[in-house]
T-cell receptor, first 115, second 112 residues
Framework: DVKVTQSSRYLVKRTGEKVFLECVQDMDHENMFWYRQDPGLGLRLIYFSYDVKMKEKGDIPEGYSVSREKKERFSLILESASTNQTSMYLC??????????????FGEGSRLTVL | KQEVTQIPAALSVPEGENLVLNCSFTDSAIYNLQWFRQDPGKGLTSLLLIQSSQREQTSGRLNASLDKSSGRSTLYIAASQPGDSATYLCAVLMDSNYQLIWGAGTKLIIKP
């Protein structure tokens, strides 16, 4: 069974704190994604990575950075958390066209509250 | 610019009914289309993936169809059950990039 694991289901942080959200996949996928999901705004792409050490900005990268040092792990970093970053964060992974059909698999989500 | 629309935004039906959820898109040059289910407070679960060359995919009581020329996909759920209650989202992958374009979802409630 495919598995995308997000390290924390629920986090509460204070404004200005540095926050790390970790995501690990066990499918040897090339591509990994970070989304945030907010009521009425749907899913919005923050960053994605198509290979180790490679990253591309999505639609809303401001206030975030990412790290992909190993193929299986993609980290989302909030350098200085703000209240408007309170949200559900979703990690996803997808193989390339050689590996598989391009199906996208998600983790369980991390709900972050910034006070 | 690709736009993906899901209508209705919410749907409530009695248990046992067959139902259809709709997903429409404006640009037919898609690579694939994927249907997901999301339970409250949880991540997304992949239900069905249809490649652009395919017309339909089936899994259990679910059947998804794709008509690229008309820009439509439907998700058919047979013999609905209360456990099918969730939000259903569709997303299209365009040919030339890694990004998916998402619909806003249909919130489905199956009444016992």
């Amino acid at each position: 069974d495919v598995k995308v694991t997000q390290s924390s289901r629920y986090l509460v942080k204070r404004t200005g704190e540095k926050v790390f959200l970790e995501c690990v996949q066990d499918m040897d996928h090339e591509n990994m994604f970070w989304y945030r999901q907010d009521p009425g705004l749907g899913l919005r792409l923050i960053y994605f990575s198509y290979d180790v050490k490679m990253k591309e900005k999505g639609d809303i990268p401001e206030g975030y950075s990412v790290s992909r040092e190993k193929k299986e792990r993609f980290s989302l970093i909030l350098e200085s958390a703000s209240t408007n970053q309170t949200s559900m964060y979703l990690c996803a992974s997808k193989g390339n066209w050689v590996q598989n059909t391009g199906e996208l698999f998600f983790g369980e989500g991390s709900r972050l509250t910034v006070l | 610019k690709q736009e993906v629309t899901q209508i209705p935004a919410a749907l409530s039906v009695p248990e046992g009914e067959n139902l259809v959820l709709n997903c429409s898109f404006t640009d037919s040059a898609i690579y694939n289309l994927q249907w997901f289910r999301q339970d409250p407070g949880k991540g997304l679960t992949s239900l069905l993936l249809i490649q652009s060359s395919q017309r339909e995919q089936t899994s259990g009581r679910l059947n998804a169809s794709l008509d690229k020329s008309s820009g439509r996909s439907t998700l058919y759920i047979a013999a609905s059950q209360p456990g099918d209650s969730a939000t259903y989202l569709c997303a299209v992958l365009m040919d030339s990039n890694y990004q998916l374009i998402w619909g806003a979802g249909t919130k489905l409630i199956i009444k016992p």
